[in-house]
């Protein structure tokens, strides 16, 4: 049976949390009283001396989210058990840059990085309030990182703009692919 974890507006069934398979990830299917439907999936691609990830979730929404787990999956070995701090996070590219999806995944990833990098905070749940090209406001969970009690995987610097690639299918749905400096 999955381990259930509830959030305030979701309720995620992890079927196997943090586990890899070969270099694809497909940890995550969504639920909640309508039944739901599956939540974004990300695959690790080989890239020189950095990490490529290339995203998919139904909704931009979804997309920013899963590319927020998929990252810090990237860093952290295991993650804290539970939300000590739910703290407002609002994402807004650059002037010039307002309508591009690219920029604001950048922006989004790095106002996360930032967080942890300062407060060793790792986002846990998340509450998308406003989510469009121009700007992404949530409420976010944060569990402590706590180095005695959690493993590191890899140092993550930056989100780059190298190979960046984000946009919406014929579905609906959108992808992305970027790279990790580490």
């Given at each position: 049976m999955p381990e259930i974890v509830a959030t305030p507006l979701i309720i995620l069934h992890v079927e196997k949390p943090f586990s890899r398979q070969g270099d694809r990830y497909n940890r995550y299917t969504m639920?909640?009283?309508?039944?739901?439907?599956a939540m974004g999936t990300f695959?690790?691609?080989?890239?020189?001396?950095?990490?490529?990830?290339?995203?998919?979730?139904r909704d931009l929404a979804d997309l920013l989210e899963t590319a927020a787990r998929a990252t810090f999956e990237q860093m952290l070995e295991d993650l804290p058990d539970e939300v000590e701090a739910i703290e407002q996070v609002r994402a807004v590219p650059m002037e010039g840059f307002e309508d591009d999806a690219g920029e604001l995944l950048v922006v989004w990833l790095q106002e996360l990085l930032y967080r942890f990098e300062t407060g060793k905070l790792v986002p846990l749940t998340f509450d998308l309030e406003m989510?469009?090209?121009?700007?992404?406001?949530?409420?976010?969970?944060?569990?402590?990182?706590?180095?005695?009690?959690h493993r590191t995987h890899t140092e993550i610097k930056a989100?780059?703009?190298?190979?960046?690639?984000?946009?919406?299918e014929?579905?609906?749905s959108w992808s992305a692919r970027f790279v990790l400096d580490v």
């Open positions: 639920g909640g009283l309508s039944g739901g439907g695959e690790v691609f080989d890239h020189t001396a950095d990490i490529g990830l290339e995203v998919r979730g989510c469009g090209p121009r700007e992404v406001r949530a409420s976010v969970g944060f569990g402590r990182f706590d180095p005695d009690r989100v780059t703009y190298h190979d960046l690639q984000v946009h919406q014929a579905d609906g």
